[in-house]
DNA sequence: AGTGTGACTTGGG
DNA sequence: ACCCAAGCCACAC
């Protein structure tokens, strides 16, 4: 597995609690800024696998970034349960509850 | 091999 | 704050 993947995985990961972070931020972390859309695949293909928190992702906008009505419906109720307020539009306010690592922790 | 496709991002207006 | 156009890059067909 490359390296930029587990980096990914071992990041979200190490989302904790009531926290979130965007793609482009843990692109960015994992060692490849442009990769946001890798990012989106990892989550997509190996979440379960790896039993990963991929309702503490957001776009950058603090938007959940899921169409389909019943993820999306999911990810919200994770985050309220976590106590991440989600509004209407299904928006986070980044500014309160993003997540700012400095490294990747081993 | 060529083309299309995203649970994205950024910069400009 | 919102909308749009370009950029991005691995992967599926």
Redesign the pocket.
């Known amino acids: 597995m490359k390296p930029f993947t587990m980096n990914v995985i071992q990041i979200i990961q190490n989302i904790p609690e009531g926290r979130v972070m ?3 931020q843990i692109a960015e972390l994992a060692g490849s800024r ?5 990012v ?2 990892i ?2 293909s190996l ?1 379960r696998k790896h039993r990963l928190p ?1 309702h503490r ?1 957001v ?2 906008k603090g938007e959940i ?3 389909e009505e019943e ?1 999306r419906m999911l990810q919200i109720l994770y985050l309220n349960g976590e106590g991440v307020e989600v509004d209407a539009e299904g928006r986070v306010d980044l500014e309160a509850y993003r997540y700012h690592p400095a490294s990747v922790a081993d």
């Open positions: 965007t793609y482009g442009r990769a946001a859309r890798q989106v695949r989550l997509h979440s991929w992702v776009n950058a970034a899921i169409a993820s």
